[in-house]
């Protein structure tokens, strides 16, 4: 049995799902995509599988008369998508999002006509940032890491 685990930035929730998750999926509808605040919201289904919350507890946006969003109270991150038929969890709140590749897309009535082009744009590392370069090389993360600690944050940060 495979077992994920996940969170928020901050680290102030942590959660643990054990079973197959084979639900992954972007939403363009416009709720998603002011949830997320972002073009589409990258989700994956926990139906049928062990999930847990490990540390904290999300607040909560009832979003219609059917959906609920989690969120982490403290630094923003949205969490979940909450419906009667199950809950999914944002793809980017798994400790390695990679491990999900949606298989298919929802709500493309609200799908912005620029999303099927990003592929297109030029990229370039965070590091090749000339006008921000200054202060990208002072950088400290206070992000939470990808993988579990026993407490969060370190006493040196706070």
């Known amino acids: 049995m495979n077992t994920y685990t996940g969170g928020c930035q901050c680290g102030a929730i942590r959660f643990r799902v054990s079973g197959e998750l084979k639900d992954s999926s972007i939403c363009h509808c416009r709720m998603c995509q002011k949830a997320f605040g972002a073009y589409y919201a990258p989700l994956v289904s926990v139906r049928g599988t062990?999930?847990?919350?490990t540390r904290g507890e999300r607040k909560r946006f009832r979003s219609s008369n059917f959906v609920e969003r989690g969120f982490c109270g403290d630094c923003g991150t949205p969490l979940t998508y909450e419906a009667p038929d199950g809950m999914a969890i944002a793809a980017g709140a798994f400790d390695d999002p990679s491990a999900f590749p949606p298989t298919i897309q929802w709500g493309v009535e609200g799908k912005i006509g620029f999303v099927d082009h990003l592929h297109e744009l030029p990229?370039?590392?965070?590091?090749?940032?000339?006008?921000?370069?200054?202060?990208?090389?002072?950088?400290?993360?206070y992000q939470h890491p990808d993988h579990e600690t026993q407490a969060w944050p370190p006493k040196e940060l706070g």
Do not use: K, N, P, Q
């Not at 990229?123 to 993360?141: K, M, Y």
């Open 50 to 53: 062990d999930f847990e919350w």
């Open 123 to 141: 990229g370039e590392r965070t590091e090749a940032d000339l006008t921000a370069g200054s202060f990208l090389h002072e950088l400290i993360s």
